[in-house]
């Protein structure tokens, strides 16, 4: 089945700088690949996602970059913000078979400081 | 807009007694799945439903853990019994077919004592 790893498990970053996540996935039929964020006491909230027959897609000031061939995919926010402050979760699934269910890494707790 | 809605959303209980979870999805989400939350960790599957059928239960211990959608709609999840390792949130989302997101719930947190 599907293995999903992500690094690093926290980051910290100054206000305005970048920040960057990153995911590996183990099934190569993976075609779907979203980002969750959860804010404490919260429940996950989808905030970007990609499907294998893109390569990049961006959001205001967020971005997922995927790497088919080498099986991973990466979140970018530009311009952190305090309220960027969460843990962020990567998954993967095939959702040509049905609707497979996402696959989670561990998370990355972010953290911003003003 | 519609939410995933969840009960109940804290449950104390100690180890050997019987637990349940509801959740109701988004009216018209023929999937729907339970995940578990190891706080600090990613959420993980236990069961899948699609309409009323179990299409993945592969990681639900279900020596103690049953499940079900009777009517295709809401669902049960319960444990029993309780143990110390259960404690965790358990997550339900919803979701249409094809690539489409999961909708949370709001997520029942388990003390077992």
């Known amino acids: 089945g599907e293995n999903v790893e992500q690094h690093p498990s926290t980051l910290s970053v100054q206000e305005g700088d970048s920040a960057v996540i990153k995911c590996t996935y183990s099934?190569?039929?993976?075609?779907?690949f979203p980002w969750y964020k959860q804010e404490l006491g919260k429940r996950p909230q989808l905030i970007i996602d990609?499907?294998?027959?893109?390569g990049e897609k961006k959001d205001q000031r967020i971005a997922v970059t995927l790497n088919k061939t080498a099986k991973h995919f990466s979140l970018h926010i530009t311009e952190t913000q305090p309220e960027d402050s969460a843990v962020y979760f990567c998954?993967?699934?095939?959702?040509?078979?049905?609707?497979?269910?996402?696959?989670f890494g561990k998370g990355t707790r972010l953290s911003v400081i003003a | 807009e519609a939410e995933v809605a969840q009960s109940p959303r804290y449950k104390i209980t100690e180890k050997s007694q019987a637990v349940a979870f509801w959740c109701d999805p988004i009216?018209?989400?023929?999937?729907l799945y339970w995940y578990r939350q190891i706080l600090g960790q990613g959420p993980e599957l236990l069961v899948q439903?699609?309409?009323?059928?179990?299409?993945?239960d592969s990681q639900l211990p279900k020596d103690r853990f049953s499940a079900e959608r009777l009517k295709g709609v809401d669902s049960t999840l319960k444990i029993q019994p309780a143990e110390l390792g259960d404690s965790a949130m358990y997550l339900c989302?919803?979701?249409?077919?094809?690539?489409?997101?999961?909708?949370f719930g709001e997520g029942s947190r388990l003390t077992v004592l």
């Open positions: 989302a919803s979701s249409a077919m094809g690539f489409r997101e999961l909708f």
């Open positions: 099934d190569s039929a993976s075609n779907y």
């Open positions: 990609i499907r294998s027959n893109v």
């Open positions: 998954a993967a699934s095939d959702r040509n078979s049905g609707n497979t269910p996402l696959v």
């Open positions: 009216s018209g989400h023929a999937t």
């Open positions: 439903f699609q309409d009323e059928s179990v299409v993945d």
